[in-house]
């Protein structure tokens, strides 16, 4: 059985100018991690943050930031976010040639280790790095850009890689990213999901708060 559902505001949805108001907003909306997508305008054609802004959004915030590294060379990347108040780091399985390194470089540096799946790589891509890890993020957008729809084929994964976690007694927690709202979000927990990255659906809100609210509402 999948652990408690934690959510995880992705602060790239929010406006640009007001990221520490967004912060805030998340936190004393009680959210449980604040989710930052780093993307280089290589892996993803999108730029966003870079470690200067966890930095500054780690001031003001005491929620776990859930440092998601859709960039090239991540283990590049490791230190300077994990420095900056990344308390948990995915790289991605397609962005490293060297995974098992890069992840137990992550734990060394004090994170939580989390490997992340675009949408078409399988979920076997894990098989050899179930020790190494704490999180598995499924992608159920292809990443790169906010509000994209939900691919529901992505369930499927989801569904697999809670029962290869069980098999194994793997005490790790599986995540969910893209298009995940209120009415996703119930499936991805039924499939085994238990981080819930929500960008839109809570910046996107007229009210954050209650769409937080809304959400641990429905994966109670």
């Not at 300077?80 to 397609?94: I, N, S, Y």
């Not at 098992?100 to 979920?123: D, I, M, W, Y």
């Given at each position: ?11 790239i949805?929010?406006d640009?100018?007001r ?18 997508d ?53 790289v ?5 040639a ?7 470089s ?10 992340a ?7 076997t ?5 179930w020790d ?27 569904e ?21 709202d209120?009415?996703?979000?119930p ?34």
């Amino acid at each position: 059985m999948s652990a408690r559902p934690l959510i995880a505001p992705s602060i790239i949805a929010a406006d640009p100018a007001r990221l520490a108001e967004a912060a805030r907003l998340a936190e004393s909306a009680g959210a449980d991690w604040l989710h930052l997508d780093i993307m280089d305008g290589r892996f993803v054609p999108n730029i966003t943050f870079g470690p200067a802004t966890v930095a500054a959004l780690a001031r003001v915030t005491s929620l776990p930031l859930d440092v998601h590294l859709m960039v090239v060379e991540p283990a590049r990347w490791v230190q300077p976010f994990a420095e900056a108040g990344a308390r948990v780091l995915t790289v991605h399985a397609e962005a490293d040639a060297h995974l098992q390194r890069t992840l137990a470089s992550v734990r060394a540096a004090g994170c939580l280790a989390g490997l992340a799946l675009n949408p078409s790589t399988p979920e076997t891509a894990v098989e050899y790095l179930w020790d190494d890890l704490d999180l598995v993020l499924v992608m159920t957008v292809n990443p790169g850009f906010s509000g994209q729809a939900f691919l529901p084929s992505m369930l499927r994964k989801i569904e697999r890689l809670r029962a290869r976690a069980e098999a194994l007694g793997w005490p790790g927690r599986i995540e969910v990213d893209g298009g995940v709202d209120l009415a996703r979000a119930p499936a991805c927990r039924r499939a085994g999901a238990d981080v819930f990255v929500a960008g839109s659906a809570v910046y996107g809100s007229p009210d954050p708060a209650a769409a937080v609210a809304a959400l641990k509402a429905a994966l109670a």
